[in-house]
Structure formats: C-alpha cells, structure tokens
C-alpha cells in the first residue's frame, strides 16, 4: 500500500498551477522519474515538510480514507495495467470495491435515452461477457450504462462503472443502489477526479477516455450522430483498443459509417459478433504483448 505522503505528493503535482503543463506531462514525468519527491522538486524547487500545498494534500488523503476511499497513483503496482499505457492515465484513481490490475473488461456504451431493442442488446451481450469471464465496464450512466451494469451482476459477474464526478456523488443520483450493488458484489466504483468534484462540461470526455484506455475494446450499443458516444469511439481507436459496433450504429452515423469503411471499428451483428470480436482483439493484443517483451528482452 502506497503512503499517505507518497500519494500527498502526486496529489500536489496534480493540483500545482503551471502554465502550459498539462495532467499527461505531469503522469509522464512521475513514470520517468518514479519518485514524487523530485517531480514535486523539480516544478517548485525544493519542497519543504511545511510547504502548505503539501500539508492540505496530506489533510485530504487522510480525510478521504478516513470516509472508506481508496487512493491508488499511477507508480503503484495496483494500478490498472492497460490503463497506465495511454496517455489520459490519471495521475490518481480515486475508488471503492475491489481493484484489479490486470481486468480484462470490455466497455458496453451507448446513449441514455436508449430505446428497448438497444436496452436489450447491452442486456444479451453484458451476460455473455461475463458468461465468457470477462468484465463489464460502463458509466453508471442512465440507459445503456444501467443496463449493461445489471445485466452483469444478474449474471454474477464483474463490473466496472468510471465515473466523471468524484466519489462524494453518485450521477444519475438513481443509480446510488446501483452504485452500492457494484461494490458488495466484488466489482469496482472509480473516477479520476477529487472526492467532490461536480459535473462538468469536460468530465464525461475525460471519463470516456479513461474507460477506453481501462478496457480490451469497446461496443457501442447505441448512438446519435453527436452523441457523446462518439468520443468513446474515438479513444478506443486512438489508444489501439479496437471499436466494435452494432449494426444500426454503423449505418444510422455517419461517424459510424466512416470507422467501419476505414477498417478503425468492426460491426457486429449479434452477440455471438461481438465475443468472437473481442477474442480477436485478446489474441491480438496478447501477441503483441509478447513480441514487445521479446524486444525489449
């Protein structure tokens, strides 16, 4: 388990106000440098015990743990694998239930407005995924996040919901049972934000990314032409995941249309589609794996 000043550190990194240092550059110096202490150093000058931005983040840490939070940085052991590999790897995961490093999950989007056929649709493929002893992750938004979430407990799987506000709110508020039911039955509740971070125009695209970069791949059960499904698409494509995408998708969007004729997304037309799908993307995925571990061997 990691310090409370070791986790106090990254925290500060994160919150330090610097002019053209985005969150990536702040994760990608902790991974070079693997020591918090000299980041911290290196972008303030020599940090004292004292220094107040040090003493709040060690006050939060510990008021957050104190409430049953879970802290974990991207230089734990713990942290997801897959997810530190992309560049939106937050610099701390802030989580509750059962943290799995090396989680095989596919994320199961879509819109929450979701009409019954595509409620049903995240249901069918929810269960066969956990049937297939692989994770579920969504967003414990309303719609296609709901259903995928329930489909996977009713089946006794595993779930993972990502949130974009902090642990100190539940978005849809509806979903606090839900919420609940995620953790007790041994699946996980995470965001990258502060324990009372709100709603905000960036959370959700931030969320997304977070999701793909967790994830084998992603399905998209459902979408508009500007839904924000779209950017979970994007992600998945941009961080090598794979997309895969039902049919009325690949035909009703035109973004749809466009990953499908480029090759960047597969369309499934079933759920048998969609497993066979993802276990192309593990082979793929774990060969490449080992032909990098050969490299660098």
């Not at 060690?58 to 991207?74: A, E, P």
């Not at 414990?140 to 996040?145: H, Q, R, S, T, V």
Request: proline share 3%; glycine share 8%; charged share 20%.
């Amino acid at each position: 388990m990691e310090t409370t000043e070791t986790l106090a550190q990254v925290l500060a990194i994160t919150r330090i106000k610097k002019r053209g240092l985005s969150q990536p550059d702040r994760v990608q110096a902790l991974l070079d440098s693997g020591d918090p202490a000299t980041v911290l150093a290196d972008l303030t000058g020599p940090a004292l015990l004292d220094d107040p931005l040090l003493v709040q983040a060690r006050q939060d840490i510990n008021d957050w743990t104190r409430q049953g939070m879970s802290i974990t940085s991207v230089l734990s052991d713990h942290y997801p694998t897959r997810l530190r590999d992309v560049r939106e790897a937050p610099a701390l995961l802030y989580h509750q239930g059962t943290l799995t490093p090396d989680d095989q999950g596919v994320c199961v989007v879509g819109s929450r407005d979701a009409d019954d056929d595509a409620l049903n649709v995240a249901t069918y493929v929810s269960t066969a995924l956990v049937q297939a002893g692989l994770t579920v992750i969504s967003g414990l938004a309303a719609g296609i996040d709901t259903a995928a979430h329930t489909a996977a407990l009713d089946a006794n799987g595993r779930t993972v919901a990502v949130m974009g506000t902090g642990l100190e709110r539940t978005y849809p508020a509806a979903n606090k049972n839900l919420r609940e039911r995620i953790i007790s039955n041994g699946g996980l509740i995470m965001t990258q934000f502060e324990p009372d971070a709100t709603v905000t125009r960036a959370s959700f695209p931030m969320r997304n990314a977070v999701m793909s970069g967790y994830g084998i791949t992603t399905f998209v059960v459902t979408a508009t032409e500007r839904s924000g499904t779209r950017t979970q698409a994007a992600n998945a494509v941009k961080h090598g995941r794979g997309v895969i995408l039902a049919r009325r998708v690949a035909e009703t969007t035109s973004w749809g249309r466009e990953l499908a004729r480029t090759g960047q997304a597969r369309v499934a037309n079933s759920t048998s589609d969609v497993l066979d799908q993802v276990r192309v993307l593990q082979a793929e995925r774990a060969h490449a794996e080992e032909l990098l571990r050969e490299l660098v061997a």
